[in-house]
């Protein structure tokens, strides 16, 4: 079975610094990484993916993600924020076999001007 | 473009009720998934179907049912519901059961039992 940890729940940030949400994860087989924002009321957008390749993902919305094979972790970054960041993200993984995705508690991002 | 549509987007149901949650996949999209997010948890996955097959079962409680039809179209069907029922219901959907392709999300059915 895989699990996932998102190390922080709740990070707040003032508008244009910039952030790291981290996420960790465990799995006995191969995984894809995904990263998730919901915002207020509404369902899950994907923001970015890996699956193979360059371990430095870039999403939409200016985020990236670097994979980090040996230290098991999926960070999310972003250089500058915006007020309009502000949302909950999930890291999620799924088997590269079959199967559906796992989720991680979520890290409530909160932009503050 | 399209999307995942569910319906209804709210529900309030009773106690011991009976509940019917109704997705509609993106065209040409053969695989859906069912997640419950209770409130301040994370998605958990339910249960998926890939051509009107069930393909996957996570923690869905007996009290639950689902199908595909040959639309593509899957029901949720809830019965004696619990409080703890209470949740936001997402479904999503993608193309065939290759996990690397990308399961697009509705905007959630948030059923309230009271």
């Known amino acids: 079975a895989q699990s996932v940890t998102q190390l922080d729940s709740q990070v707040p940030v003032f508008e244009e610094a910039p952030v790291e949400l981290r996420c960790n994860y465990s799995s006995s087989v191969s995984v894809y990484l995904f990263w998730y924002v919901q915002y207020p009321n509404q369902g899950l957008q994907l923001l970015l993916k890996?699956?193979?390749?360059?371990?430095l993902v870039k999403g939409i919305n200016g985020f990236e993600a670097e994979f980090n094979k040996s230290q098991t972790s999926f960070h999310l970054r972003k250089p500058s924020v915006h007020i309009s960041d502000t949302a909950e993200y999930f890291c999620a993984v799924i088997r590269t076999s079959y199967g559906k995705l796992t989720f991680g508690q979520g890290t409530i991002l909160t932009v503050h001007p | 473009a399209a999307g995942v549509i569910q319906s209804p987007r709210h529900l309030i149901k009773e106690k011991r009720e009976t509940a019917t949650l109704k997705c509609y996949p993106i065209?040409?999209?053969?695989?859906v998934y069912w997640y419950q997010q209770g409130p301040g948890q994370d998605p958990q996955f339910l249960i998926s179907?890939?051509?009107?097959?069930?393909?996957d079962k996570g923690s869905i409680p007996d009290r639950f049912s689902a199908q595909q039809f040959s639309d593509y179209h899957s029901e949720l069907n809830m019965s004696s519901l619990e409080l703890g029922d209470s949740a936001l219901y997402f479904c999503?959907?993608?193309?065939?059961?290759?996990?690397?392709?990308?399961?697009?999300f509705g905007p959630g059915t948030r059923l309230t039992v009271l």
């Open positions: 999503a959907s993608s193309t065939g059961t290759t996990t690397s392709n990308e399961q697009f």
């Open positions: 065209p040409r999209h053969d695989t």
């Open positions: 890996y699956l193979s390749g360059s371990t």
């Open positions: 179907f890939y051509e009107k097959m069930q393909s």
